[in-house]
């Protein structure tokens, strides 16, 4: 039996009171240093800056866009042919050459013809003389030498005499083939000697300046195809010109597998560059010139949720150094160098913006930034917001209204 029944239970308690307290004190300890090791851990990584970021950027500003149609369209010659006999014989003789340059009515080959000269002469011989006859007569009738019955028949066989003459006169012709107009001469694929069948075309004759562009628009722009209208045509052949010239006429009916309605227009072909059959982009102007806010299109990531750019602020990113509290978002100068002065730094935050129409490689910017605005055209993928970032303006993207492919 226990000696000292009363006292057991008052230590047993106190010595449960001394562990538990010594536990919490342990715990207690335990959480305050890892709180406090990650306050201080969040401090330094607060304080330690990421490294900077190279990107190049731009300013963002208005410009002047003229609203534009495009399509895609053929060339065609205001009058072009291919040129025929109408008459079947040997070629006599090939008066120009290949690709030359000829004025309405120069001979352009000729068919040997002197069976049909000889004819010819054979007929105006009898032509005269029938009208010798006609003459004789009339004076005859006056002193009532003759009837009016052989007069009348002498008459009309001056008449079939010359008729028969002007006939063979022509058939001589057909065998002069000449310009119908003033152009330029295709390909000649015959010679002297070879014998030409009736309608076997033997060149082709077409007008260069000015030339006709055909091309179709969705039936919802045809109102916007009114003749004069101004047009402007490049080829891949000159990437360096653009012809101009004007809506002539829109195709009275709209096709009904497409839904597209046939354009024409004339342009001017100076230097006659622009040949029948080449193939063209038009672009009709449309409307009065707009002013947008505009940047090049690799500035802008796009995405279902929004299309964002990365907006440069100067000086350090609010909540992140000594002087977080003071720091605003301030507009930096545009890039003058490679890279900004050491005592200025920059960093970016993202910004969702509307987009509106493109032009070449540039997009026309609707709401979320202004102009003045300096904004990273390149390197968006390793920045995030409050990165910081070094702006270098040794390389920029293409920023053409009019972009051209490069020959390699």
């Known amino acids: 039996m226990n000696a000292h029944p009363a006292h057991a239970p008052p230590r047993l308690r106190k010595r449960l009171l001394l562990v538990t307290g ?27 800056a990421s490294p900077p970021q190279t990107v190049s950027a731009m300013t963002a500003g208005y410009q002047d866009w003229q609203p534009k ?8 010659a205001v009058r072009g042919t291919d040129l025929a006999f109408d008459a079947a014989g040997l070629v006599a ?31 105006e011989a009898t032509a005269r003389l029938a009208a010798l006859t006609v003459e004789r007569s009339r004076g005859q009738l006056a002193v009532q030498a003759i009837s009016q019955a052989q007069y009348d028949s002498d008459l009309a066989d001056q008449q079939g005499a010359r008729a028969r003459a002007n006939a063979q006169a022509a058939l001589v012709a057909r065998k002069t083939l000449r310009a119908p107009f003033a152009g330029r001469i295709g390909i000649i694929t015959v010679s002297p000697g070879q014998y030409i069948s ?23 722009s045809l109102e916007l195809m009114r003749p004069g209208s101004q047009v402007g045509v490049r080829s891949d052949a000159y990437p360096e010109r653009t012809f101009t010239g004007r809506i002539s006429a829109t195709d009275p009916r709209i096709d009904l597998a497409t839904r597209n309605v046939r354009v024409e ?28 806010l505009t940047l090049p299109q690799t500035a802008v990531a796009y995405a279902p949720y929004g299309d964002t750019v990365f907006v440069v602020h100067e000086g350090v990113p609010p909540g992140r150094g000594d002087n977080a509290g003071s720091a605003t978002a301030q507009r930096p100068p545009a890039p003058g160098g490679t890279t900004q002065r050491a005592d200025r730094p920059l960093y970016v935050q993202q910004v969702v913006v509307k987009l509106g129409s493109t032009r070449g490689d540039q997009v026309a910017i609707l709401s979320g930034i202004h102009a003045g605005d ?24 293409s920023f053409s209204a009019d972009p051209r492919p490069v020959e390699q």
């Open 69 to 76: 149609i495009e399509a895609v369209g053929n060339i065609r």
């Open 374 to 397: 300096l904004v990273v055209t390149s390197g968006q993928l390793k920045l995030k917001n409050d990165t910081p970032v070094r702006i270098s303006d040794q390389v920029q993207p």
């Open 198 to 220: 009736t309608g076997t075309a033997v060149a082709t004759l077409q007008q260069l300046d000015p030339v006709y562009v055909d091309f179709t628009v969705p039936q919802r």
């Open 93 to 123: 003789k090939v008066w120009v050459k290949s690709g030359a340059d000829v004025r309405e009515g120069d001979v352009l080959i000729s068919l040997i013809d002197t069976d049909d000269r000889a004819t010819l002469e054979a007929l």
């Open 22 to 48: 010594a536990v919490a004190a342990l715990f207690a300890l335990l959480i305050g240093f890892n709180t406090f090791k990650g306050i201080m851990m969040g401090k330094a990584l607060q304080a330690m």
């Open 265 to 292: 227009a004339l342009i001017h072909n100076p230097g006659n560059l622009l040949v029948p059959g080449m193939f063209t982009r038009v672009a009709v102007e449309s409307g009065q010139e707009r002013r947008y």
